[in-house]
């Protein structure tokens, strides 16, 4: 059974900054397609950011670019997501998803393993 754990999450102001981690247990995230997904109040799931199992390749939305990066860790068994210049428009759970297969994706269904989400909540 795979267990992705997130943590990270919380209050902050406006133009400020968080790292979220995504960590496993029961598998390893070597070798897997990572991604990021948030869902906002009363508002449908969304892609965030997704990197591919070396790291090498990434993909964000249009709505983060430039302000959100994803990263493995040096170990590849840690997926971060650093969040700055936050607006409250970010505020949302944000949940880290693993994906079996070949290449990555800004598509939900296509992921096979998700954690529980840690809430990001941006006051203005």
């Known amino acids: 059974q795979v267990q992705l754990i997130e943590s990270g999450g919380g209050l902050v102001q406006a133009g400020g900054s968080l790292r979220l981690s995504c960590t496993a247990s029961?598998?390893?995230?070597?070798?897997?397609?990572m991604g990021w997904f948030r869902q906002a109040p009363g508002k449908e799931g969304e892609f965030v950011a997704a990197?591919?199992?070396?790291?090498?390749?990434?993909s964000y939305a249009d709505s983060v670019k430039g302000r959100f990066t994803v990263s493995r860790g040096n170990a590849k068994n840690t997926l971060y997501l650093q969040m700055n210049s936050l607006n409250p428009e970010d505020t949302a759970v944000y949940y880290c998803?693993?994906?079996?297969?070949?290449?990555?994706?800004?598509?939900?269904?296509?992921?096979?393993?998700w954690g529980q989400g840690t809430q990001v909540t941006v006051s203005s």
């Open positions: 990197v591919d199992w070396r790291g090498a390749f990434t």
């Open positions: 029961g598998r390893t995230l070597i070798g897997n397609n």
């Open positions: 998803a693993l994906r079996r297969t070949l290449g990555i994706s800004t598509v939900a269904t296509q992921y096979d393993y």
